[in-house]
């Protein structure tokens, strides 16, 4: 599974996860474009089917796109064969939005078993991160997210958002501030669309 990409370059790769959701996924296309920033949208397959326009804008800005499951399954509490035919379910909407092979997935949660493992990785690379921003929290004030994600980031990471109503609160705070403290530390944003050639 891939935690970091491994690299000492001033690339941070932003994913972004439960998409897409009007609002929030706006938002974020928004001011990923400010940076000329690309990310990666994990995304869950109903949302897709509910919302597919707001999906379509995030194709057509050039993000890429990997299977989040249809209904946001915790691997933990699911059988193996359900789980897998969840995460075709996703794959299925997302390919009717585009031709391009979907090589990404993330568990929901990042709670996945052994055996979920082994035949998903089959088909995918696993993504999950080094930088959790615990924008979904309520719990914890919109300064200290930001403060925690700033300092744990570092050349490679892959930093979890959320595109979701239930981050929006920490989410438009902090991403236009992250965005540009890194960018003025002279990082890009890319994509794991390259990876492992990147």
């Not at 996860?17 to 690309?38: C, I, R, S």
């Not at 990997?66 to 933990?76: E, V």
């Not at 031709?99 to 082994?118: A, E, H, L, M, W």
């Amino acid at each position: 599974m891939l935690w970091r990409v491994p690299t000492d370059q001033k690339k941070i790769f932003l994913t972004f996860d439960d998409g897409p959701v009007p609002g929030p996924t706006e938002f974020v296309l928004n001011e990923l474009k400010k940076y000329n920033a690309q990310a990666t949208f994990f995304c869950i397959g109903d949302n897709i089917r509910k919302h597919p326009i707001i999906f379509e804008k995030v194709i057509s800005a050039g993000h890429a796109i990997g299977n989040h499951t249809f209904n946001h399954l915790k691997g933990w509490n699911t059988s193996l064969e359900k789980y897998v035919e969840n995460t075709a379910l996703c794959e299925s909407q997302i390919k009717s939005h585009q031709s391009q092979v979907v090589n990404f997935f993330r568990p929901p949660y990042g709670r996945i078993t052994p055996k979920q493992i082994k035949v998903l990785k089959e088909k995918y690379q696993i993504v999950m991160w080094d930088v959790l921003t615990h924008d979904y929290l309520k719990n914890i004030s919109r300064k200290d997210v930001l403060k925690g994600s700033v300092k744990a980031t570092r050349p490679g990471s892959i930093v979890v958002f959320h595109d979701s109503l239930k981050a929006d609160r920490n989410l438009t705070f902090v991403l236009p501030r992250f965005l540009e403290h890194f960018s003025s530390a002279g990082y890009q944003f890319k994509s794991l669309g390259t990876y492992p050639n990147l």
